[in-house]
């Protein structure tokens, strides 16, 4: 089958950095995405990596190791703006795509 | 400004009844979305489209409808067959690789 896996909740102070892992099991794999979402919102793309590597994009940066099926979510100098879930996703092809339970992210002041 | 257009925001529906949720998008994207979250929870593909006049269920398709009659468009209609209905529902459209959402819509049935 089919799956993800991320933390149910994660916790951390404001100005800290913390990270969110992701792990998947999918037949036939393009690349893995991360989408934040406020309570009561929408869902935003954050980042998608196809290839192994970090990729940074301001505060927020994002890994993927394809030899290890992980990938995470690294969120610097946090703010309380940050509160919110962030889920993982795969693309699967045909356009079609799985999404992780989330992860949801409290910012303790 | 380009985006998706979902409506209406919040519907409540009776026992029974059928009702559906309007979702527009002018993002010239071929390929829409119907997704369900409920409280807590991540999002569950219900049916998707790759092109006008096509569709294919997703992993929760039973007791929903849809139409592709147009590329913009894309409703969805929950039926009386499905049996916990109450959900928020959110719209999505795609390119290759990202997923744009439109603004959810929270059904309730009473």
């Known amino acids: 089958g089919q799956s993800l896996e991320q933390p149910s909740e994660v916790t951390a102070v404001e100005g800290a950095i913390v990270q969110i892992n992701c792990t998947y099991q999918t037949s036939g794999f393009y690349g893995l995405s991360w989408y934040q979402q406020h309570d009561g919102g929408a869902p935003t793309f954050l980042s998608y990596?196809?290839?192994?590597g970090l990729e940074e994009t301001g505060r927020f940066s994002s890994f993927l190791s394809r030899s290890d099926s992980y990938g995470y979510l690294l969120l610097q100098e946090l703010q309380m703006k940050d509160s919110a879930s962030y889920f993982c996703a795969v693309p699967t092809g045909g356009f079609k795509t799985i999404f992780g339970a989330g992860t949801r992210l409290f910012v303790k002041a | 400004d380009g985006g998706i257009t979902q409506s209406p925001k919040y519907l409540f529906r009776k026992e029974g009844q059928n009702v559906t949720l309007s979702c527009e998008q002018n993002l010239n994207h071929d390929a829409m979305y119907w997704y369900r979250q409920d409280p807590g929870q991540g999002l569950r593909l219900i049916y998707y489209?790759?092109?006008?006049?096509?569709?294919q269920k997703g992993d929760i398709a039973e007791g929903y409808s849809v139409s592709r009659e147009k590329k913009e468009s894309f409703p969805l209609t929950v039926t009386s067959a499905q049996k916990n209905p109450t959900a928020f529902y959110l719209c999505?459209?795609?390119?290759?690789?990202?997923?744009?959402f439109g603004e959810g819509s929270w059904l309730t049935v009473v």
């Open positions: 999505a459209s795609s390119t290759r690789n990202t997923i744009y």
């Open positions: 489209s790759q092109i006008v006049n096509d569709f």
């Open positions: 990596n196809a290839l192994d």
